[in-house]
C-alpha cells in the first residue's frame, strides 16, 4: 500500500472522531467564547464586540470574590481528595492479594445512585438536626447541635470531596497496580526502609496517577454548581453559581459566557501549573 493510500485511510479513521470533537467540544466552546464578547438587552443580541463583559467579570468585587473562593474550594477538595484516595488505592493494589476486583467493585458503588441524591443525604447527615449532630449530642460531646456543618463552604468541601473520591482512587490504583514489585524488592535488599521505597519508588511512579487523580477531581469541582447551591449557602455559592444566574434569571447570556471563560482559563492555568509540577517533582524523587 502506497503511502498516500495509507494517509488516505488513516484520515478515514479519524475523521469520525474528528467531527465528534468539533461538533461536541470545539463548536460549543466557540460560541460560549463568541458570546462574551457580545452584549443582551433582554431577547435582543447585540454582536457588536466589547470586552465590557471582561472588565465586569474582573472587575466587580463580586465576580472576583466568587472566582477566588471558587479556586480555593475546588482546590481544597482536591487535596482533601487525593489524600483519602491515596491510602485507599494503595491498600488495594499492595495488601490485597485475592478479590482486588471485589474491592474496586465496592468503590463504584456510590455510582448506582443519583448524585443528587448522595447530595441530599449528606444534608441529612450534616443538618441542624441531621445525623452528625444527634450523634455528637447523644454521645455527650456536645449540647447543642453544630451549625457550621451545613450551608457554608465545609459542607461544599466534604460532599464534593465523597462524590469524587472514586474518581480519584480508580487512576492512582491504576499506577500502583503498574508498579513492577521487582523494583521494590531490590530497594529492599540494598537496605532502603519502607519510607525510602515509598518516596524513591513508589510514589514517583505513581506519580501519573496522582496527577490524573487531581486533574479529574479539580476540573469538575470547578464548574459545580448544584452542590453549592443544595449545601453551600450564601457562603458556599460558587462561580458556576453565578453563570447560570446570568444565563437564567439575569437574563444576560454574554456576561455570563465572560465569567465562564475566565474561569476555564483560570482552571486551565492551575491544571498547567499542576501537571508540570508533578511530572518534575517524579523526576526529582527518583
Do not use: C
Not at 71 to 79: C, E, M, N, R
Not at 92 to 100: D, E, I, N, P
Not at 257 to 263: I, Q, R
Amino acid at each position: 500500500m502506497s503511502t498516500r493510500a495509507e494517509a488516505a485511510q488513516g484520515l478515514r479513521l479519524v475523521s469520525p472522531t474528528f467531527l465528534y470533537v468539533l461538533v461536541m467540544l470545539a463548536a460549543p466552546l466557540a460560541m460560549v467564547a463568541a458570546f462574551s464578547f457580545w452584549t443582551q438587552d433582554y431577547l435582543i443580541i447585540d454582536r457588536t464586540p466589547t470586552l465590557d463583559n471582561y472588565r465586569a467579570a474582573l472587575g466587580e468585587p463580586i465576580y472576583r470574590t466568587l472566582l477566588l473562593r471558587s479556586v480555593a474550594i475546588s482546590l481544597t477538595v482536591t487535596v482533601v481528595t487525593v489524600l483519602l484516595a491515596f491510602p485507599v488505592a494503595y491498600f488495594v493494589a499492595f495488601r490485597v492479594k485475592r478479590q482486588q476486583a471485589l474491592w474496586l467493585f465496592l468503590i463504584t458503588v456510590p455510582f448506582w445512585t443519583s448524585y443528587l441524591l448522595r447530595v441530599f443525604l449528606w444534608k441529612v447527615i450534616l443538618g441542624y438536626n441531621g445525623v452528625l449532630n444527634a450523634t455528637l449530642m447523644g454521645m455527650g460531646f456536645t449540647d447543642a447541635p453544630l451549625t457550621f456543618l451545613l450551608y457554608n463552604a465545609n459542607a461544599v468541601v466534604i460532599t464534593l470531596a465523597h462524590a469524587w473520591a472514586p474518581f480519584a482512587i480508580l487512576p492512582i490504583f491504576v499506577a500502583l497496580a503498574r508498579i513492577d514489585r521487582s523494583l521494590l524488592e531490590a530497594a529492599e535488599d540494598l537496605g532502603d526502609g519502607p519510607f525510602r521505597r515509598f518516596t524513591r519508588i513508589t510514589l514517583p511512579l505513581a506519580m501519573p496517577g496522582v496527577v490524573a487523580a487531581t486533574l479529574i477531581v479539580l476540573i469538575p469541582t470547578m464548574g459545580d454548581y448544584i452542590t453549592p447551591r443544595l449545601v453551600g449557602g450564601t457562603e458556599g455559592l460558587m462561580i458556576a453559581n453565578m453563570i447560570q444566574i446570568q444565563f437564567g434569571q439575569a437574563n444576560n447570556a454574554p456576561l455570563g459566557a465572560a465569567l465562564a471563560v475566565t474561569a476555564m482559563v483560570v482552571i486551565g492555568t492551575i491544571s498547567a501549573g499542576i501537571f508540570l509540577i508533578g511530572k518534575r517533582l517524579g523526576g526529582r524523587l527518583t
